[in-house]
C-alpha cells in the first residue's frame, strides 16, 4: 500500500523567500509521485510529477521537486515566492495500478 | 478543451433528500474519478470507473451513495438520503487512462460544494 506524510499543514514565508513544503512517501513499489496545487474554490491542478526519467523534476510557475530514495522523500521548493503562490498544496503517490493516493495537504501563505 | 465539467457548483439540501451530482469529463479520457474533500478527513477517494466500468467502489462510505456512469461522457454521484455529515465538496477528475504504469495526471473539475441541513 502507498501513502504519502506531508510535514507541516501550515507553512507561511516572506514574499520572495524560498518555499519548501514537505512530503515523505511510503510505497512497495517504485512509485510515481505528484504535486498538486489547489487555489480557493477550485479543483486541483498539477504542478509536476515525477515518473522515474529524473530525479529533479521541473513544474509550473517555477516550482522544482527532488526525488530521494534514500530519504523517501519528494520536497517541493520555488526559489522566491510570489504572493500568488498563496494555495494549498497536495503531496500524492501512486504505485503500479493502485490508486493514487493523496496527503493531507499544506497550507501556504505568502507574507508581504 | 473544456476541462472537466460539474454541476452545480453549490447544492443546498435538508436532510433526507436526495442529491444528485454531475460530472462531464474531458472527450477522450477512459478513467473517471470521484473525490470528498473535507476538513476533517482532506482528500478521499469514493470511486472510480475505467472505460464506464466501476473498478473500485471502496471508497463509498455506504448504501446511501451510489455512482454510475451509463455512457463515456456522463457520469452521477447520488446520496439518498442525504445527511448532514455529507456536506463537504464533491470533485470529479479524469484522466486518459489508470492502471500499471499509467502516470497522466489527474484533471480535477471545480467541485460541487454541498451542504445538507
Known amino acids: 500500500a502507498q501513502s504519502v506524510t506531508q510535514l507541516g499543514s501550515h507553512v507561511s514565508v516572506s514574499e520572495g523567500a524560498l518555499v519548501l513544503l514537505r512530503c515523505n512517501y511510503s510505497?512497495?513499489?517504485?512509485?510515481?509521485l505528484f504535486w498538486y496545487v489547489q487555489y480557493p474554490n477550485q479543483g486541483l491542478q498539477l504542478l509536476l510529477k515525477?515518473?522515474?526519467?529524473?530525479?529533479l523534476v521541473k513544474g509550473i510557475n517555477g516550482f522544482e521537486a527532488e526525488f530521494k530514495k534514500s530519504e523517501t522523500s519528494f520536497h517541493l521548493t520555488k526559489p522566491s515566492a510570489h504572493m500568488s503562490d498563496a494555495a494549498e498544496y497536495f503531496c500524492?503517490?501512486?504505485?503500479?495500478?493502485?490508486?493514487?493516493?493523496f496527503g493531507q495537504g499544506t497550507r501556504l501563505t505568502i507574507n508581504p | 478543451d473544456a476541462g472537466v465539467i460539474q454541476s452545480p457548483r453549490h447544492e443546498v439540501t435538508e436532510m433526507g433528500q436526495e442529491v444528485t451530482l454531475r460530472c462531464k469529463p474531458i472527450?477522450?479520457?477512459?478513467?473517471l474519478f470521484w473525490y470528498r474533500q473535507t476538513m476533517m478527513r482532506g482528500l478521499e477517494l469514493l470511486i472510480y470507473?475505467?472505460?464506464?466500468?466501476?473498478?473500485?467502489d471502496s471508497g463509498m462510505p455506504e448504501d446511501r451513495f451510489s455512482a454510475k456512469m451509463p455512457n463515456a461522457s456522463f457520469s452521477t454521484l447520488k446520496i439518498q438520503p442525504s445527511e448532514p455529515r455529507d456536506s463537504a465538496v464533491y470533485f470529479c477528475?479524469?484522466?486518459?487512462?489508470f492502471g500499471a504504469g499509467a502516470i497522466q495526471a489527474l484533471h480535477f473539475g471545480n467541485g460541487t460544494r454541498l451542504t445538507v441541513t
Open positions: 477528475a479524469s484522466t486518459p487512462s
Open positions: 510505497s512497495s513499489v517504485p512509485p510515481y
Open positions: 515525477y515518473t522515474s526519467a529524473a530525479t
Open positions: 500524492a503517490v501512486k504505485g503500479g495500478a493502485q490508486k493514487l493516493v
Open positions: 472527450s477522450g479520457h477512459n478513467s
Open positions: 470507473f475505467n472505460n464506464n466500468v466501476p473498478i473500485d
